[in-house]
T-cell receptor
Framework: EVQLVESGGGLVQPGGSLRLSCAAS????????MSWVRQAPGKGLQWVSI?????????GDSVKGRFTISRDNSKNTLHLQMNSLRAEDTAVYYC?????FGSGWYFDCWGQGTLVTVSS | EVVLTQSPATLSLSPGERATLSCRAS??????LAWYQQTPGQAPRLLIY???NRATGIPARFSGSGSGTDFTLTISSLEPEDFAVYYC?????????FGGGTKVEIK
């Protein structure tokens, strides 16, 4: 069964750091496009970052220079290192897998999410 | 960045009724559009990809249409489990963006 389980969320002060993890089972993280998507309380979805199977990474403008996406192939795990956190980074963070359906790439599997709260 | 605008923000309907949700893109995304369903406390679930193709296991009462800038998700007859928030998402170019969502609530 394909599954994603996030961890590492919590309460952090503005300017602080946090590292999220997403453990995958049923497939190989390094062979897939993997993303982080966040959802602020009561709000919609926002794509944060992606790491392609080849290793290239991209970031949304709001997190560029502060967040780093990476993967640990030995543990089949995706990470998101978040530095210089701001109140507006408060959200549930989902990891998600993108696969090729039809003629495009779409999210077919999501984790249950981990809540990050940035507050003093 | 492509902006997706969903309407209406809230749709109040009764079980058995037909739901029609709209998603409009600020520029053409071809057919690279998906619809996701999210119930409270749960992760989104892929319903429709490539604007009109149902994902695996999705009931036939869900259908999608459109191309370019105007897209529609139709639920032909609402079941109790269909009351949820629906998001459209484009993957035509980076960053892939989501619409603001349409909440389908019980009238």
């Amino acid at each position: 069964e394909v599954q994603l389980v996030e961890s590492g969320g919590g309460l952090v002060q503005p300017g602080g750091s946090l590292r999220l993890s997403c453990a995958a089972s049923g497939f190989t993280v390094s062979s897939n496009y993997m993303s982080w998507v966040r959802q602020a309380p009561g709000k919609g979805l926002q794509w944060v970052s992606i790491i392609y199977s080849g290793g290239s990474t991209y970031y949304g403008d709001s997190v560029k220079g502060r967040f780093t996406i990476s993967r640990d192939n030995s543990k089949n795990t995706l990470h998101l290192q978040m530095n210089s956190l701001r109140a507006e980074d408060t959200a549930v963070y989902y990891c998600a897998r993108e696969v090729y359906f039809g003629s495009g790439w779409y999210f077919d599997c999501w984790g249950q999410g981990t809540l990050v709260t940035v507050s003093s | 960045e492509v902006v997706l605008t969903q309407s209406p923000a809230t749709l109040s309907l009764s079980p058995g009724e037909r739901a029609t949700l709209s998603c409009r893109a600020s520029q053409s995304v071809g057919s690279y559009l998906a619809w996701y369903q999210q119930t409270p406390g749960q992760a989104p679930r892929l319903l429709i990809y490539d604007a009109s193709n149902r994902a695996t296991g999705i009931p036939a009462r869900f259908s999608g249409s459109g191309s370019g800038t105007d897209f529609t998700l139709t639920i032909s007859s609402l079941e109790p489990e269909d009351f949820a928030v629906y998001y459209c998402q484009q993957r035509s170019n980076w960053p892939g963006t989501f619409g603001g969502g349409t909440k389908v609530e019980i009238k």
